[in-house]
């Protein structure tokens, strides 16, 4: 299978999976900014930035260990898959053990709020490895299935405790773990019945294989506890600076950028493993040239339609207290941008099992973003916490492009690259600043045009591509069946 078709066909399995997923999770946010109040956002949102950092840092990021070597060793996935579930039941153990000896000294509240935190721990670690364990086993089929299960079985679970027995944010995390450990337990099942027919899934430990996962993990985690930092920290520190219900404001806003970053999910679990498996092949740097130019154009353009209709479609997410959010989203949308592009050059890396740079530039990041945070957030709130994000995710992307350079040229007009930056920010300024709205909504829509203009190529490449690779994929079903 061609490199190109390969990362074609994975790419199709997660649009299935991330569109019926994210697209139903976005509708239900306005059940949330109505049923929820500011406080109890905040407190859950502080619950999901938590879980980001403690469930790759505890594991030891052993999921991405099981996605590394499971592309490359396919005789030993059973192993791989006895390794992450030990890793993934001492973390928990251990999660639980810290939340017991807490449990003394806080309050009721807090003391319930622990209980829940423990089990959210526990589901959602297992689910998270489970997911890419069979990514890394080329079973996307089952990450797909288990996604959209999950999915329907969230929004089940909240209407019925949100709008049946109105439970508020009890109802709310108990459909989080309810969906996380259910569809663990259904992606279990699935491999199992692959494992009984398959020898390379008999299931063993193996102590050489277990350490070199390990000796992948371990510089990673400065790579993940970086990412959390620039995604998460300020989260914390708007929290405290400003409050619970500031932070629910600044959490909820986060919801709009969610939409631009199914795409680049949806495009980076594909790229890890085409990146794996392409990193020795002579033509890589023609490749991942190519596909840089690609990405960079999609999510460019994404970034300025979003921002050109962001205000309906706050009017749509936001209800009530919740819509003043819309005015620190467009950083946080320029922010994805830089983070799709750095997640892209560090799979190169990480394909050359080169975690510990990838971890310093991102280290690098974090930093930054603390300081910014510091800073800017006494002054200015949650628009001071959105700008420290985008200027910290773009330290981080020039970074992790110098380092990628130590294995692959990256050929892309980066002149024309760094103008459309700089065109989005004056964008997001715009739209911030006019109070009438009319101004910023013609220069929006002028930017996006320009946009389309300066990306002619790439954009006129991807919509070929995309149409010769649908009717041939469909022929392949056919012939074989599906």
Known sequence: ?????????????????????????????????????TREYGIADV????????????????GEGALRFGIEYRDRRGPILHTGLKYTLRAAIAVMMVCACAMPFVTEEIRWYLLLFILLFLTNALYEFLVLYFQGSELVRIVVAGSIFSTFLMILCNLFFLLVIKIGLNGYLFSQMIAYGTAALLMLLLGRRIQGRESDFAIGSDRELEHEMLSYGKPLILYSTGSWINNAADRYLVLYICGASVNGLYGVSYKIPAILMVFQRIFAQAWQMSATKSYKDQESSAFFSAMYRSYHTFMVLGCSA?????????????????????????????????????????????????????????????LLNIALNLLLIPRMQGMGAAIA???????????????????TKIRSAFVRDYLAYALLVFE?????????????????AAVVLLLVIMHRKETAMIFTKLKGMLPQRRAEEIQHGE
């Open 47 to 62: 619950f999901q930035v938590t879980l980001l950092l403690l469930v790759p840092a505890l594991t030891i990021n052993i």
């Open 306 to 366: 979003l921002i050109l209709v962001l205000k309906p479609v706050a009017a749509f997410m936001f209800r009530k207290d919740f819509y003043e959010a819309w005015t620190t989203v467009p950083p946080l949308l320029i922010s994805v941008i830089f983070g799709a592009l750095t997640g892209f050059l560090g799979s190169i890396c990480l394909a050359h099992k080169d975690s510990k740079s990838m971890g310093i530039a991102t280290g690098c990041g974090a």
């Open 1 to 37: 299978m061609s490199k190109i078709k390969y990362l074609a066909n994975n790419i199709a399995l997660f649009s299935i999976s991330n569109f019926v997923s994210k697209i139903l999770v976005f509708l239900l946010v306005p059940l949330y900014t109505n049923v929820l109040t």
């Open 389 to 407: 994000t985008a200027v910290s995710y773009f330290t981080m992307y020039l970074a992790a492009l110098l380092i990628t350079r130590k294995y």
């Open 428 to 444: 997001a300024a715009e739209m911030i600043l006019d109070p009438s709205g009319l101004r910023s909504a013609l220069l929006s």
